[in-house]
Every structure is written in structure tokens, then in C-alpha cells.
């Protein structure tokens, strides 16, 4: 059975940084993309990005430049490092595993549960 759980999840002010973590189980962590998402309340969830198999990392919007994805095979685990944070970062965030080695062109397969970060002006 797949389980991806979140932890890590805060409320910080802004300028603060948050360190999300995602423990992955019941696949071959290793051989997956594995995404970043969130969801700010009444706002469709959007991505804010993911890391291949190589360590390869892409970025969208606003998480460019401030947000790092790492992951660490031997743990099963993926992170998502964020620093500068500011309210409109506000949202439930969620790991997720793709379909393939890269996350470019894969389909989504598995999500977690999410983590809350809040963060005040």
C-alpha cells in the first residue's frame, strides 16, 4: 500500500522559512518524480514543483528562487525547503508521486495527505 505523509508544516511570520518533509512507502522511492503541490483555501491546487531520480529539480511561479526540492533515496523521504516566505504562501502542501523516473511528461499517481503552513504579515 502507497502512504506519502507530510510533516513539518507551521505558522511563521513573514520573511521565515519552513522545512516540509515527506516520507514515502510501499513503492520503489528511488525509480519515482516526486512533486510538490499546494492549495490555499478556495484556490484550485497548483504545483510548485518536483524533483527527478537524478536529483534533477524544476521550479514554478513564485517557488523559483526560493524554494529548494531534495529527496534522500536511502530514508524514502522528499523535502521542500522554504525560505522567504510571504502570506500569499499560505496553503495545505502535499507530496506526490509520479508515474515515472522524470517528473516531465509523467502522470500523477499518489498524493499525501498535506501539511498546513500559515504565514502572517
Known amino acids: 500500500q502507497v502512504q506519502l505523509v507530510e510533516s513539518g508544516g507551521a505558522s511563521v511570520q513573514s520573511g521565515g522559512s519552513v522545512k516540509l518533509s515527506c516520507v514515502a512507502s510501499?513503492?520503489?522511492?528511488?525509480?519515482?518524480?516526486m512533486g510538490w503541490f499546494r492549495q490555499a483555501p478556495g484556490k484550485a491546487r497548483e504545483v510548485v514543483g518536483g524533483?527527478?531520480?537524478?536529483?534533477?529539480?524544476n521550479y514554478v511561479g513564485s517557488a523559483v528562487g526560493r524554494f529548494t526540492i531534495s529527496r534522500d533515496n536511502a530514508k524514502n523521504m522528499a523535502f521542500l525547503q522554504m525560505n522567504s516566505l510571504k502570506p500569499e504562501d499560505t496553503a495545505m502542501y502535499y507530496c506526490?508521486?509520479?508515474?515515472?523516473?522524470?517528473?516531465?511528461?509523467?502522470?500523477?499517481?499518489?498524493w499525501g495527505q498535506g501539511t498546513q503552513v500559515t504565514v502572517s504579515s
Open positions: 524533483i527527478d531520480t537524478d536529483g534533477s529539480t
Open positions: 506526490a508521486r509520479y508515474s515515472g523516473a522524470r517528473c516531465d511528461g509523467a502522470s500523477l499517481v499518489n
Open positions: 510501499g513503492f520503489t522511492f528511488s525509480t519515482h518524480c
